[in-house]
């Protein structure tokens, strides 16, 4: 008795161990491996399902808080207090979903009760995006999926949170089989289900890819980000670290930014001339004093006008006081005229002292489609780049450490509503893709002295009912996730079917 005790623990700690081991490289992080995302939550509900519910979770919270700290240390914000208490905290909510199979299966028939954990780690995604100063950068399943182009389609339907579902449904559906050795009819049953709902996702993804329309027209976009030459320059001059501008400060730091500014403009000359009809720059590309912002927006301007373009600019304006700075996308037309401007909905938390916008995304109507722009972290909020648009600029400035994982969140916002996204970044990795989530080109900050991406971009959209409905799928979960504890609640005892 004690032997096949003492056996049985070590099984469970052998899940368990599986478990953490593969969620290391199982969620979203710079060394992803896509496959451990659907396998790593199989381990630790074989852990959760063989234990006491107290002590099952408190391992599960344990190891997810371990792997939080990894991965936040891996990203370089370690130091950050708000991100590493917000991760903490978060990656324990998300252990949630394993605490509500646990105490539902049993009370469910099986079937059913494989819907406890896909339903309730959608609901908890979604609640995490909603209500979070994080949004979807921590969290979803999904987020490792964003090359595996016939199950990103699925994006355009029910969001990310689809395939969220889809990747936590295989846990309970495995844990079933293996608990009866498929020998009980009703569990050949269920894995047959899953197993039709996956193949049927996969295949309906690639008739998406494959009958879609071919791009009637082609615009030149061109994105750029300071040279590396220029901002050492202006780091020379001026590294700016101070947290206040004083006025005696003012002359020094106006000529450094310039070092900066009239790189970006000579660089976007110099784009224009080759034939781009839009230029791009990245987060914060350039930098202006207050006082000497009409002043940069003039110029702008003039340049737009002058080669024809439609300027996309990322720009930092520096503040007098508290907030430090504005951080703006301002897009001017090939007549000169300022049709939008964008601060920054949301900013990193604990990183960014900014005047934050209302999150209301403007779209400008123009030869080349509807262009809009958000900046960077604004694009890990499904809600806020919710839009009809065919052209989605998002100027971004990341850091070593987060440019894979970062970059590739951003591809379900293309995919979800239909329009191609020009994510030209500093710090980090600049890419194109199309409204299907296909790579259309891809730069590397940190292996070039001088980063461009030149790409033609498709000038219309396509229509998806993920635009139409929004989050509906997510919220068809939590319902689901209620009538499935109700159910629970008034059978009193394990199912017995």
Known sequence: MANTYLAGGRRRY?????????????????WAVPLAGWLFSIGLMRFTRSSGVPAGLACVGLSATAT???????AGQLGVPPILLGCLLLSLVLSLPLLADRLLFRRLSPFLGTLVFPAARVTVEFLVAAISPLGTI???????????????????????????????????????????????????AVTLAYVSVLVSVLLGGGLRLATAATAPELVRVAGISASLAAEQRMREIDNFHTPQVLPEQKPTLRKAFAVLDDDLFARTRTEADGGAKIVAWAETAAVVLGEDYPAF???????????????????????????RSRDLAVLVTPEGRVASVFD?????????????GDGVVPVTGTPYGRLAHVICFDADFPATLRTRADIMFVPANDWKGIERTHAANAVFRAVENGYSLVRQTSNGLAITVDPYGTPLARTNYFSTTQQSMVVSVPTRGTWTLYGLVGDLFAGLCAAAVAA??????????PYRG
Not at 16 to 29: C, K, Q
Not at 297 to 319: F, N, P, S, T, W
């Open 14 to 30: 052998g899940w368990l161990a599986a478990g953490i081991a593969l969620g290391l490289v199982g969620t979203n992080s710079e």
């Open 297 to 323: 927006l003039r110029k702008a301007q003039e340049l737009a006008k002058e080669k024809r373009i439609y300027l996309d600019m990322g720009v930092a304006v520096v503040l007098d006081g508290r907030p």
């Open 344 to 356: 920054k909905a949301h900013p990193v938390p604990g990183m960014e002292d900014l005047r934050p």
């Open 484 to 493: 499935l504890a109700g159910v629970a609640v008034l059978r009193r005892a």
């Open 138 to 188: 921590f969290g979803p399943l999904a987020a490792t999926q964003s090359a595996n182009l016939p199950l990103l389609q699925t994006a355009s339907v029910t969001g990310i949170y689809g395939i969220s579902f889809l990747m936590a449904w295989a846990a309970p559906v495995v844990n079933l089989a293996l608990e009866h050795r498929l020998a009980w009819p009703p569990v050949r």
């Open 68 to 74: 939080t700290v990894v991965h936040v240390a891996a």
